[in-house]
Nanobody, 114 residues
């Protein structure tokens, strides 16, 4: 079993920043690839960023240049630094990883006001 716990969401004005954290525990390796997704009301969940086993990063076009994914392997924690936030970034944000199957955290809400 894998447990993922996100934190760091909140309300921020457009142009502001937030940093999300995702703490992983359970039957995991220290360097599993991890992903961030988000889901806005009435929309499908969308992938936004991945950090690979080697530490490489990949981003969706919608967040490229504004969001940065990183990890602290010693803490089994992945971060999502979000800068230049826009109202369209408002969503529930989820971290996720695959260990035989895909696991999800409970999500953390990010609301960006205009």
């Amino acid at each position: 079993q894998v447990q993922l716990v996100e934190s760091g969401g909140g309300l921020v004005q457009a142009g502001g920043s937030l940093r999300l954290s995702c703490a992983a525990s359970g039957s995991i390796g220290s360097i599993n690839p991890m992903d961030w997704f988000r889901q806005a009301p009435g929309k499908q969940r969308e992938w936004i960023a991945t950090i690979t086993t080697a530490g490489g990063t990949v981003y969706a076009d919608s967040v490229k240049g504004r969001f940065t994914i990183s990890r602290d392997n010693a803490k089994n924690t992945v971060y999502l630094q979000m800068n230049s936030l826009k109202p369209e970034d408002t969503a529930a944000y989820y971290c996720s990883m695959v260990v035989l199957r895909r696991y999800w955290g409970q999500g953390t809400q990010v609301t960006v006001s205009s």
